[in-house]
């Protein structure tokens, strides 16, 4: 967030316009404490109502500082966090570096009442101090990487909480979602070296003046131990555990549609809420279905629905069916698909189903109503109006904002998802990553967006452009192709604790910021939002060719660039040693087949032979399908158990719901020319998988460049994953190195 001397005056005004049109000009009702901001985690029927007390959210950020004026020479400078930034990433420099470079570091200060309400890092060196109200003892002072990563850890008090579920619930990823009030002030200072490594992302709540706040204290993680508990609970389990403000029954939902044809699926008279919404689509190619059929959720008889998007894109998901849970959305492995986001009306509801495809489908479900007193000042009608930009050129020479949400009017932003396909041909993220690019938002009269981020995943609340799949329950990448984030990928994040309220307008923009041009392109998005009677944005009609159907680039070839630069690929059918094996045809796998491997009794063996060209030092890399039927195989070199990048030497290609491509990549080591052997022994599959196969897609051998990590790379904060690189691995050492720390859970591949 942009900061100068002169930053805080136009804060306040900002401030005093947006409290001046929230329709509370005086905040009422009890404190702001810990356990109500806790509470707040999982109130999804609060987000339907303009907040009370009111409150603006910032973000502060280490953005690279030169991105000063909007749609300027500098605005899309990417030096954000590795160090050694034309500008400090920094609110202000409070004390010059020494001889040992160690300076000391504004990151915030702000003038309450407010509450901190989220913190994010890829990787951070130093130390914090935290202090609230001005007083003499900092309630934080340890490393940064402690605070930014497992801030409640720091706290005795914290032994009270279920640690089980603490790990995937408030800690999200590289994100921690813990909220901290105070009364009057919160200042927050980081003491480290500006050449080494500090990304940093913080959001805090700033309240209208006189707004009642208690300020945290560490006791107030036994005070409210109960609460926390619960709520982690909540979070953990969704759609086990979050409370239904409903005591009615379901509203069934059932209606086929022909093609080219509408159906009424639902409608209800109001005063009313649907709590909980329950679709399931089935039709003869379900992934084309989901996209080709239009959901239109309409209130109150407005003549244009204010939800507008393709089944399956709406629950966050898409594109398929990608089985994930997270606070607002369930995808089941069976296809049905939940939503929780509460949805008031005044008077009426009417859902309607386009297909705009060339089958038939039938959708099924329900909607759960609940009881709503419509609030002429407060309530607000849930937005979800679905866009898409299809044969977009992804170029770092020609860096572009997305829009993602242009509304005028009063609400309040709740959440984003990102829609990819991306057809860059390097299998490995340092190269084909496409989210180098920083998330801008303003909120009403902001001319300095008050949310400017340092990358598309960080953002998403992960980093490094990691290909994994995972679901928390604000953030989430329920899908990602691969090889590296190749393919379709989807992202998604909800602002449940940390909403954008804005009175008059919002923008909210996404840089698209790859690696290397990149033509062919699809980016669909939705920003979720709940509006007032009277809103407006800038959505157009959804046209046929939006809903085109898309399939990757067929016939694929991989290039060796980027972090695969140096390197030669062999397709794995053509170094086979003794041995033809069928074959599985899809435009996922590179030459558009990939070879299957059906062993039938632990031990048994596939050689595939490796041609290396000269002396030198070389990484073996091999690419390979992770499916419902994948088997276990232990790696070998030249008939030695090989250890690889990830630790151990054995693979499980098993993943219960999906089919993606990963990297395995054998430790770098020095090789004589001529053929090696790369050895696969079977080692049993998961239980249930009654014919396990291996689908080994291509291998590749990478010379390693003996020079120094100089780079001239083009995009500072990504820089060292193409530095002798072919995944993000050396970035995530470098992390590992700092403070070792158990892997957030919640990854499946």
Known sequence: MR??????????????????????????????????????MIDMPGLAEFPDPAYKTVQFSSYDRRSILPGGPEWFANSDGFGREPVPGFEAVLSEPGEDGIGQYLVADVEGPGALVRLWTAAIEGTVQLWLDGQDVPVFDGTADDFFHRYLDAYDQSASLDRDLLERTLYQRDAVYAPVPFARRLRLVWTGNLEQVHFYQLEVRKYAPGTRVETFSPDDIDTYSETINRVIAALADPDANMPLSSEGAPVP??????????GEALVLEGPAAVHRLELKLEAADIDKALRQTLLNITFDGYPWGQVQSPLGDFFGAAPGI??????????????????????????????????????????????????YDWDAERSMYFRARWRVDHELIADPQAVQDLPFLLAHGQGVYVGTTSILLNPNPIPTPGGNWWGEGDEKVFVDDDAQPSLFGTGSEDYYNYSWSSPDIFAFPYCGQPR???PGNRGFVTNYRWHVLDPLPFTDKIGFYMELYSHERTPGFSYARIGYHYGRPGMTDDHVAIMPDDLRELRLPEGWSPAARGGARNSVFHPTEEKLVGARLPAQSGRLFAGGSLPIWRPRTPGDTLQISVPVPADGEYRIHFVARLDPQGGMAQVRWDGEPANLRSGGSTIDLYRPHRTLLRNFTL???????????????????????????????????????????????????????????ASPGVALRRRTRMRERPRVPGSSA
Request: charged share 20%.
């Open 3 to 40: 900061r100068r001397e002169t930053g805080w005056l136009f804060a306040l005004i900002s401030l005093l316009v947006l409290f001046a049109g929230c329709g509370t000009p005086a905040p009422s009702g009890a404190a702001v404490t810990t356990g109500s901001l806790y509470e707040e």
């Open 253 to 262: 939902i059932a209606i086929e549609i022909a093609p080219g044809e509408s």
């Open 667 to 725: 430790e770098q080591r020095q090789l004589a020319a001529g053929t090696h052997t790369l050895e696969l022994v079977f080692d049993g599959a998961a239980e249930g998988v009654e014919m396990p196969e291996l689908g080994i897609d291509f291998v590749w051998v990478q010379k390693i460049e003996q020079r120094q990590a100089k780079t001239s790379c083009s995009v500072p904060s990504h820089c060292l994953l193409s530095v002798g690189s």
């Open 480 to 482: 990602n192709d691969g």
């Open 322 to 371: 990608n089985p994930d849970q997270s606070l607002p959305f369930t995808v089941q492995p069976d296809g049905t698909m939940i939503s929780r986001f509460v949805m008031p009306f005044e008077r009426s509801m009417r859902i309607r189903l386009d297909n705009a495809g060339d089958q038939a489908v039938v959708v099924t479900g329900s909607a759960l109503p609940m009881d």
